[in-house]
C-alpha cells in the first residue's frame, strides 16, 4: 500500500492543473472590476512611464566643476580709508572662485592697529571691572581682544572701569554704519561656469552657449531668453532669491544658488538644460536674532620705518553665495521597461482578487457566488474507489476533486 502512495504522489507531479473560471452576471463588480483595470493602466502609463520615465534607466551620479568670477568696482569716501576704489581684489574673498564665492559689501575698519597695552571694550561682559583683582594678570578676556595685564582702568570718578589688556591697540571698533558701504554692488555681475558629466551614459555639457562671437559673454545677461549666457547680476540674485539687495548688504546673509540638470537622454542633447533656481539659506525670517546676517574679520599689515608692526583690521559684512548643482540622466532601457510592466500586471492580479473579495463576502448573494466558484468534494469510501464503475450519483469532478 505505501509503494502505491508514493507512485501515485510521483505520477501526480506530470498531472496539469488549470484554474476554474466563474462567470458572475453582476453588473456592479463587473463595472468595479473595469474601473480597477482603467485605473490601473491610467497610473502604469500616465504616472508610471510618461511622468516618471519608467522605461529609461537613470543615472544620478552627477559629476560637476563650478568655476566663478566677478567683475564691477565701487568708490567710496571714508573717514577711516579716504577715497578708494574697490575692484574684484578687494572685495571678493577668496580671490579664486569656485561653488562658494563671498562678496563684501559693508565693513568696519579699525586702521593703525599695533601690539601695546590699551582698555579692553566696555561692551565685553568679562572685561568690566570694580579693582585690579577683578583682572587677573595673563588671562584672557572671554570673547575679548587679548590678554589682562592686572590693572582695572577707570575713567575720572567712575566706579566701574574696563580692564587693561596686552593686544593690537586700539580695539576693534564697535560701530557698524547704518548704510552699506558697498551698496553700489547690487550691479557688480558674476560668471558662473558649470561643466556636468553623466558618467554612466558618457554625456557631458556646459550652461555656457557654444558660439563664436566673442562679444557674447561681454554683453548677455541671465534671462528666460538667454537661458545659456551664465552672466548674472548680483541684484537680481538676490530679488529672486525674495531679499532686498540694500537690506542683505548692511549685514550680510547667505543666498543659495541651485542648478538642476534633469536630462532626456533619449532627446537630443540641446534638450538637456540648466536650469536655476534661488533662495536665502541664512535665518532672515528671525526676528532680532543676535546670529543674523553674516560677517568674518581679516586684517592687513604693514612696517614702519622703525620697525614696528602696524595692521589695519577689517570686519567685513556681505553676501556668501552657495552654488550647488544636481540632477539626473535618464536613456531607454530594456531592464527597467520589463519590469515596471510586470508591476502593472501583478497589480492587475491584485486588483481582481479585490473584486473576488466583493463578490464573495460584501454583496447580498456572496453565499451564491461562493458555492458557484468553490465546489466542495468529499472522499470516497474504499469500495466506491475500488469499483470500475462510478455511482451514478456521483459526478466525475466529485471523484477527481477540483
Not at 502609463?45 to 552627477?62: A, N, P, R
Not at 533619449?266 to 533662495?279: G, I, L, Q, V
Request: net charge positive; aromatic share 12%.
Amino acid at each position: 500500500m505505501g509503494q502505491v502512495a508514493w507512485k501515485g504522489l510521483f505520477l501526480s507531479l506530470f498531472d496539469y492543473k488549470t484554474e476554474k473560471y466563474v462567470i458572475a452576471k453582476n453588473k456592479k463588480v463587473g463595472i468595479l472590476y473595469r474601473v480597477v483595470q482603467l485605473s490601473i493602466l491610467a497610473y502604469l502609463v500616465g504616472w508610471v512611464f510618461v511622468v516618471k520615465k519608467g522605461y529609461q534607466d537613470t543615472d544620478t551620479s552627477l559629476q560637476s566643476s563650478v568655476i566663478t568670477k566677478l567683475k564691477g568696482v565701487a568708490f567710496t569716501n571714508t573717514s577711516e580709508l579716504g577715497e578708494r576704489l574697490w575692484d574684484v581684489a578687494d572685495y571678493v574673498i577668496p580671490p579664486q572662485g569656485e561653488n562658494v564665492f563671498f562678496v563684501m559689501t559693508n565693513l568696519i575698519v579699525t586702521p593703525n592697529q599695533k601690539q601695546a597695552t590699551c582698555p579692553e571694550s566696555a561692551s565685553i561682559p568679562d572685561a568690566l571691572c570694580y579693582k585690579d583683582g577683578d583682572c587677573p594678570a595673563g588671562q584672557a578676556v572671554v570673547a575679548g581682544n587679548g590678554v589682562k595685564t592686572g590693572r582695572c582702568l577707570k575713567e575720572r570718578d567712575s566706579i566701574r572701569g574696563t580692564c587693561e589688556i596686552l593686544a593690537w591697540c586700539p580695539v576693534e571698533k564697535r560701530s557698524k554704519p547704518k548704510k552699506p558701504l558697498l551698496a553700489s554692488a547690487e550691479n557688480f555681475t558674476v560668471y558662473i561656469k558649470n561643466s556636468i558629466r553623466f558618467p554612466k551614459f558618457k554625456f557631458s555639457k556646459m550652461n555656457v552657449l557654444v558660439t563664436d562671437n566673442e562679444s557674447y559673454l561681454k554683453s548677455c545677461r541671465y534671462s528666460t531668453e538667454h537661458p545659456y549666457c551664465p552672466i548674472f547680476l548680483l541684484g537680481n540674485i538676490v530679488r529672486w532669491a525674495g531679499s532686498d539687495f540694500h537690506e542683505m548688504a548692511l549685514e550680510g546673509g547667505v543666498i543659495g544658488i541651485q542648478i538642476e540638470w534633469n536630462c532626456d537622454l533619449d532627446k537630443a542633447p540641446s534638450e538637456c538644460n540648466p536650469h536655476y533656481s534661488f533662495s536665502r539659506l541664512d535665518n532672515k525670517f528671525a526676528e532680532k536674532s543676535i546670529s543674523s546676517g553674516y560677517n568674518f574679520r581679516f586684517a592687513k599689515y604693514y612696517r614702519d620705518a622703525n620697525g614696528v608692526d602696524y595692521r589695519t583690521l577689517f570686519k567685513a559684512y556681505g553676501i556668501r553665495f552657495d552654488v550647488m548643482v544636481n540632477g539626473k540622466a535618464g536613456k531607454f532601457n530594456i531592464i527597467p521597461t520589463v519590469i515596471n510592466i510586470g508591476s502593472g500586471l501583478a497589480l492587475m492580479g491584485a486588483g481582481a482578487f479585490f473584486c473576488d473579495l466583493v463578490l464573495l463576502y460584501l454583496i447580498k448573494k456572496s453565499n451564491f457566488y461562493r458555492g458557484k466558484k468553490y465546489e466542495e468534494v468529499k472522499s470516497s469510501s474504499r469500495k466506491s474507489l475500488s469499483s470500475p464503475t462510478l455511482n451514478g450519483n456521483q459526478s466525475p469532478d466529485q471523484l477527481g476533486g477540483l
